[in-house]
């Protein structure tokens, strides 16, 4: 019954549609992929922390704008995502969103497909923060997954914020550590990411919004985890990563343009022309350029020219 009521509740506040076509994709494997031109939708990958305000505006802008947009909120990687979503979804009506609504889905909800044919009218779709291991357990591989990039191709803005933002990449970062310290582990045990090294970042499969090259990293400046991106990207030949801070986001758009906006900053990596050591020796590079990006700034990914914000 109260499964009952809970799609009952999704079907008044999104809407039914027609059953979505599977979201799956060939995905290029080359320095500079070439934007999916049924990609006609955009994201907003926010690092974490408070959401400024300007930030939650362009989602909803992106998504319809106040009176238009339809947003469901998928708080899954939180333990009390029930509540947070709720918050999550009362948010975007608060600031004119036409409907928005929580969905908190178990593995065993997401085969429904009734539940797919209910996204098909969301014009913005948001996973908050938490574990993203959990989000990705919970519908990564499912028609769920599947209705999400459907309606992504056909313009809806997709959106989320620190573990909402790593699930955008894949691979993605899982927050695991397999040798903490290297050859020198440290006294404290909550020490972490303390070398550039090989092997010891854990990524796993993500959603994949972004190019397959690209893998996003969360609080980043907060949290002082340049190590492990580093790693990331000098250990996979032709990667971008992407290091948002809090109250930060990057907003790419369907060309490939990516827009920095919030109260930080984004630290890019680009290894696409960067020369790496061999496999099996110390991990080191030559001509990795690195951009430093704050509100205001662009980066082109097709060409990896960055801009900062024009003077006032």
Same mark, same amino acid.
């Given at each position: 019954?109260?499964?009952?009521?809970?799609?009952? &509740?999704?079907?008044?506040?999104?809407?039914?549609?027609? *059953? *979505?076509?599977?979201?799956?994709?060939?995905?290029?494997?080359?320095?500079?992929?070439?934007?999916?031109?049924?990609?006609?939708?955009?994201?907003?990958?926010?690092?974490?922390?408070?959401?400024?305000?300007?930030?939650?505006?362009?989602?909803?802008?992106?998504?319809?704008?106040?009176?238009?947009?339809?947003?469901?909120?998928?708080?899954?990687?939180?333990?009390?995502?029930?509540?947070?979503?709720?918050?999550?979804?009362?948010?975007?009506?608060?600031?004119?969103?036409?409907?928005?609504?929580? @969905?908190?889905?178990?593995?065993?909800?997401?085969?429904?497909?009734?539940?797919?044919?209910?996204?098909?009218?969301? &014009?913005?779709?948001?996973?908050?923060?938490?574990?993203? #291991?959990?989000?990705?357990?919970?519908?990564?591989? &499912?028609?769920?997954?599947? #209705?999400?990039?459907?309606?992504?191709?056909?313009?809806?803005?997709?959106?989320?914020?620190?573990?909402?933002?790593?699930?955008?990449?894949?691979?993605?970062?899982?927050?695991?550590?397999?040798?903490?310290?290297?050859?020198?582990?440290?006294?404290?045990?909550?020490?972490?990411?303390? &070398?550039?090294?090989?092997?010891?970042?854990?990524?796993?499969?993500?959603?994949g919004f972004l190019?397959?090259?690209?893998?996003?990293?969360?609080?980043?400046?907060?949290?002082?985890?340049?190590?492990?991106?580093?790693?990331?990207?000098?250990?996979?030949?032709?990667?971008?990563?992407?290091?948002?801070?809090?109250?930060?986001?990057?907003?790419?758009?369907?060309?490939? *343009?990516?827009?920095?906006?919030?109260?930080?900053?984004?630290?890019?990596?680009? *290894?696409?022309?960067?020369?790496?050591?061999?496999?099996? #020796?110390?991990?080191?590079?030559t001509d990795v350029?690195?951009?430093? @990006?704050?509100?205001?700034?662009?980066?082109?990914?097709?060409?990896?020219?960055?801009?900062?914000?024009?003077?006032?």
């Amino acid at each position: 019954m109260r499964r009952l009521i809970r799609l009952a &509740t999704l079907a008044l506040l999104v809407g039914c549609a027609s *059953a *979505a076509p599977n979201g799956a994709s060939s995905r290029a494997d080359s320095r500079f992929p070439i934007p999916d031109s049924r990609q006609e939708g955009h994201l907003v990958v926010v690092g974490g922390g408070p959401i400024p305000e300007v930030v939650n505006r362009r989602f909803l802008d992106l998504a319809g704008g106040a009176g238009k947009a339809r947003i469901v909120v998928f708080p899954m990687a939180s333990e009390s995502g029930t509540e947070s979503g709720a918050e999550k979804a009362a948010d975007f009506r608060k600031l004119g969103a036409a409907e928005a609504v929580s @969905l908190n889905l178990a593995r065993n909800d997401t085969g429904a497909d009734s539940i797919a044919r209910l996204l098909g009218q969301a &014009t913005g779709i948001w996973f908050p923060g938490g574990d993203q #291991s959990r989000l990705t357990a919970a519908i990564l591989g &499912t028609a769920v997954l599947d #209705s999400i990039r459907s309606r992504f191709r056909h313009g809806a803005v997709v959106g989320g914020t620190s573990a909402g933002a790593a699930v955008m990449s894949d691979p993605m970062i899982s927050g695991d550590e397999r040798r903490p310290g290297g050859a020198r582990p440290p006294s404290d045990s909550s020490d972490g990411w303390m &070398t550039i090294d090989r092997e010891d970042v854990v990524l796993v499969p993500g959603f994949g919004f972004l190019p397959p090259n690209v893998t996003v990293d969360q609080h980043f400046l907060r949290r002082r985890r340049h190590n492990r991106l580093i790693s990331v990207v000098l250990e996979r030949p032709n990667f971008v990563g992407v290091g948002i801070d809090e109250s930060t986001a990057i907003v790419v758009s369907p060309g490939g *343009a990516w827009d920095v906006i919030g109260a930080s900053q984004a630290v890019i990596y680009d *290894a696409r022309h960067a020369a790496v050591t061999p496999d099996k #020796s110390t991990l080191g590079a030559t001509d990795v350029r690195l951009h430093v @990006l704050p509100s205001g700034s662009h980066f082109e990914f097709a060409t990896g020219k960055a801009s900062l914000p024009a003077r006032p």
